[in-house]
């Protein structure tokens, strides 16, 4: 395409009327120039003094440290890897098998290189819990009651789980390169949470660090919660399949019992008639032959044989009765754990609650009938098991942070000063050419 050629003194003509526009404006910049820049300082003025009613908003942050799972070495992991090389296992099948033995040998084992850690799943499981938004606000109600006053101004506003979910990140006990080097076992391997990040604003640095601490606490209440509730279902479950168990089986023998006792009393009968038959058998042999090829015990040998399977039947049924009478005792605190877990939210009352009541199993009225050696077989195994919840509650913790910080992070000062200069600026040299423009055209307009 050809170029339009311009005739030189057009051209000229533009050229001079850019420079005259131009100078118009440069005229206009130096006319109001006092109105641009007094403008430009009160705007930013103005912006900075706002800056100072807006309320301060600090930030605090921290890693909660989840102290349960399984003791994991990396180092061993890829071990596991070079292992698989080595073997070439054949199918699928003997992959898995293989796979599921050596990480169940190498989680078990342990290692210099540790860390503890939480199956993904379960984190899951657990996210679903202290992401509940009605929980969190009830929780620090419950923790205002309970007399905490660095609570008493903590006043969230909380609607959803996403609410409290962009305080949380997650943090894996591997990177991506180490899943790469761990190969096929990766996704095995990848599965683990060490903790989680938490951050938290408010309105002071100790507002924001309680924020955070009341974050990680009811995160750790939330955990244990789920696991007691688990474990109360599994146990009251458990204790009543234990105690139908022993029950069957106490029916059973008592059972064979009734029918030896009748047995017995026969084979006595049938003695007291045949005395001198009786005398006669003494010096026999224990076993007599008929014709057709059956052998019988002489009635003295199966009155012995009797006893002693009747004697071994009653210790059968005495151990049945006690591991009733444990599996019943059992089953009765773990109903009424239940009861208290239908009203209790959180783990603190309920583990507290639990407790107390493993004291009071050797002084419930309903117990004195069974032996003191039962009752405190009982209380230990409950003791061993609600310990364990409290030294799992004291393992989780902040072993880092929460911090506390004395610089806000908002309002942001010299950003909100900038962009008040430069909007300023424009919005005063926009008026200096709009009252420029009145002061020329208002005649104009007026007619």
Do not use: C
């Amino acid at each position: 395409m050809e170029k339009q050629n311009v005739p030189s003194d057009e051209r000229d003509e533009r050229e001079k009327r850019d420079e005259l526009d131009l100078v118009q404006v440069v005229k206009v910049l130096l006319k109001r120039k006092w109105l641009i820049v007094a403008g430009t300082v009160l705007f930013t003025l103005a912006a900075g003094v706002l800056t100072l009613l807006l309320p301060r908003v600090y930030e605090s942050k921290g890693f909660f440290q989840l102290s349960q799972g399984t003791d994991v070495d990396i180092t061993d992991l890829k071990d596991i890897q070079d292992i698989f090389k080595e073997e070439k296992p054949g199918t699928m099948m003997d992959v898995t098998m293989m796979k599921d033995t050596l990480m169940n040998n190498i989680l078990s084992s342990s290692g210099p290189l540790m860390v503890k850690t939480v199956y993904l799943p379960d984190y899951k499981k657990y996210l679903s819990q202290f992401t509940n938004p009605r929980l969190f606000l009830q929780f620090i109600e419950m923790m205002k009651k309970s007399g905490d006053n660095d609570l008493k101004n903590l006043r969230p506003n909380v609607r959803t789980a996403d609410d409290i979910s962009q305080w949380i990140e997650p943090v894996y006990a591997y990177s991506k390169s180490d899943t790469k080097e761990l190969g096929q076992i990766a996704r095995d391997a990848e599965n683990f949470v060490v903790g989680v990040f938490v951050n938290g604003e408010g309105h002071s640095p100790q507002n924001a660090k309680t924020f955070v601490s009341t974050i990680g606490a009811f995160i750790k209440d939330s955990i244990i919660y789920g696991k007691l509730e688990n474990y109360i279902a599994s146990e009251l479950g458990r204790s009543q399949t234990e105690f139908n168990k022993y029950d069957n089986f106490i029916i059973n023998d008592e059972f064979k019992l009734k029918q030896l006792s009748e047995k017995r009393d026969d084979i006595r009968e049938i003695l007291k008639r045949y005395p001198a038959a009786q005398e006669s058998m003494k010096s026999r042999e224990l076993f007599s032959l008929e014709a057709n090829g059956h052998r019988f015990l002489s009635p003295l040998i199966q009155l012995v044989g009797i006893e002693s399977h009747m004697a071994d039947i009653n210790e059968d049924l005495s151990r049945s009765r006690r591991n009733k009478a444990v599996a019943g005792l059992k089953l009765q605190f773990f109903q009424k754990v239940k009861e208290i877990s239908a009203s209790e939210t959180f783990s603190g009352p309920l583990l507290d609650k639990s407790l107390e009541l493993i004291q009071t199993v050797s002084t419930d009225q309903a117990n004195q009938g069974l032996s003191d050696d039962i009752v405190r077989e009982v209380k230990n195994d409950l003791n061993v098991d609600f310990n364990n919840f409290v030294s799992f509650r004291e393992g989780m913790r902040f072993i880092s942070g929460p911090s506390l910080t004395e610089r806000p992070i908002h309002p942001r000062k010299a950003l909100i000063a900038s962009i008040a200069f430069v909007l300023g600026f424009f919005l005063f040299v926009f008026l200096a050419f709009f009252l420029e423009w009145w002061s020329k055209n208002k005649k104009m307009i007026v007619e």
